[in-house]
């Protein structure tokens, strides 16, 4: 029987879409039989998509994605990160089936939270791996700009204000408003780099070789520092914060 995290459950189920739960054993066992898996444990963690372990005929140890409904947009632009990176700095993209919501991708191992006990070093390990990934992308490719996103949590953030009984003051929303409307003007494709948008430490996995690759990169365009603001919180005061300019990158473009 295949095991539903009860996070990726209740979100299915207050989404509407609980005639999909009834679905997604066919879904699972259809690509395990089209792309020659052994299906094993479930990963735990999310609620965004079914993540369980799989083995390929040859060995090779993957783990398979199927995303909730609602989810296929994102779904794409995450595919498309992941073959532009091409298994630089993110886990490698074996297979994907779009239609369903599914991605076949590197098995990875420990969160580098698990791993590297030192928040400073873990920092800058999270920086040099987000640096890894950033590339060129020409605005031809179909993905979201930082512009884009603010444009989103703009829309976003005045309902989750109210549907959350006002949690903060209207000062803070009209700020952080703000800051989303300053953003969107600052964004310059000139400047813009294929970046992850969430480099926290449960996203960063260590891979077969002992280094580590990012998991479930965002896909978007935008500029460098995009990637920087999340990693922070691996420092938990100013005293460990990394050598500025560790990037490689000019301040002026990050």
Known sequence: MLDIPDEVWNKVVADGNAA?????????????????????????????????????????????KVGVPGTQRDLTFEATALRLADGDGCASLLRDDLDRGALLLERLGAAICDVVPDPATRHDMMCDVAVRLWRPVSP???????????REYSDLLPRLWEETGQACSEATVEDALACLDRRRCA?????????HGDVHDLNVLQAADGTFKLIDPGGLRAERACDLAPSSDAI???ATTCTPGRSGWPPTLV
């Open 140 to 150: 031809d490719v179909d993905l979201p700009t930082g512009a884009d996103k603010t």
């Open 236 to 238: 938990p005061t100013p």
């Open 187 to 195: 964004h310059d494709d000139r400047h813009a780099v294929l970046v």
């Open 20 to 64: 999909w739960l009834d679905e997604l054993p066919s879904i699972v066992e259809s690509l395990a039989q089209e792309w020659s898996l052994t299906i094993g444990a479930t990963l735990r963690g999310g609620h965004a998509a079914l993540v369980v372990e799989a083995t390929l005929a040859d060995g090779t140890a993957a783990v398979l």
